[in-house]
């Protein structure tokens, strides 16, 4: 058996995967925020390695900043851990080998190998969840940069927002899932999440369109700038908001053919694991652990 573990900003998904990745058992539960968040992750895997009896490696996916190498979280905005050393303290619970990376390069791995992305050689996988980023294939072969890659949603779209990460005017400051439900709010004084947003889009609700309408854009404005540099063949959209299928996918492709000149236009997609790909790319590592040794 393989343990897996994804750890979002608002929930962890976690699985016990066979070695040919069918899930045998699975969980979710909320993200702690802050130091707790360390302990929690931690338990939660010894859990999972209970649970499967003989697991024999264990794929850990997190957000924020990841120095894959020594297997340590480096950063994370959104959940407040720094330096946490997640392959060190697992081994030690568990005894096992542990695959410790990036949440969407998780989610990227599962849609290059697996999924929507399979066969392109230049790609872009970009969730659109609590936060925003980005795994890149550039000619065959994913793009890590020391932890620092693909950090998408921290690319000024012109807008006078301030983030967390302390810039202003991010991506994920203003189209994340948590941004649209929070401009939404902040327009209408109604609460809805980004789901709720885009069920009254459907029904012709004007300040839920409005809020959509430049939400598409600030992606767009960011997607043509990927584009310019990286000339993707396919980008694959995951995370809550890809929910919206065509509602997002269609004047997002619209917004983003009317940006680019002789660019190459990308196809645009939904992943095909959906929020299950980070879940599915951690195995994928675990897995790759196995086969190495």
Not at 170 to 176: G, H, I, K, N, Q
Not at 184 to 193: H, I, S
């Amino acid at each position: 058996m393989i343990v897996a573990l994804d750890v979002g900003g608002t929930s962890m998904k976690g699985a016990v995967l066979s070695p040919g990745l069918d899930r045998v058992t699975a969980l979710r539960r909320p993200t702690p925020q802050g130091d707790a968040a360390v302990g929690a992750v931690v338990e939660t895997v010894v859990e999972l390695v209970e649970r499967a009896g003989t697991a024999r490696a264990v794929g850990l996916a997190v957000p924020g900043i990841v120095d894959d190498e020594r297997g340590v979280a480096v950063w994370s905005e959104n959940i407040g851990w720094r330096d946490a050393p997640f392959r060190d303290l697992i081994a030690e619970r568990t005894g096992l080998p542990v695959a410790v990376g990036h949440d969407v390069r998780a989610g990227g791995t599962a849609e290059i190998r697996l999924g929507a992305a399979r066969g392109a050689r230049n790609s872009l996988v970009m969730p659109i969840g609590t936060g925003i980023a980005a795994a890149m294939v550039i000619d065959g072969h994913l793009c890590v940069g020391n932890g620092y890659a693909g950090e998408i949603g921290h690319m000024s779209v012109g807008v006078d927002e301030p983030c967390v990460c302390g810039g202003t005017g991010c991506l994920e400051a203003v189209a994340s899932a948590a941004a649209v439900a929070r401009r939404f709010a902040r327009r209408t004084g109604r609460e809805a999440t980004a789901d709720a947003v885009a069920a009254l889009v459907t029904e012709g609700d004007a300040d839920a369109a409005a809020i959509w309408a430049e939400t598409i854009g600030f992606l767009g404005t960011a997607l043509a700038a990927a584009t310019a540099l990286v000339a993707p063949e396919v980008i694959v959209i995951g995370g809550g908001l890809s929910r919206a299928g065509d509602l997002l996918l269609g004047p997002l492709s619209d917004d983003l053919a009317g940006r680019l000149t002789f660019h190459r236009r990308p196809r645009l997609t939904i992943a095909r694991f959906g929020d299950e790909a980070g879940c599915v790319g951690a195995g994928l590592w675990a897995r790759d652990l196995l086969e190495r040794r």
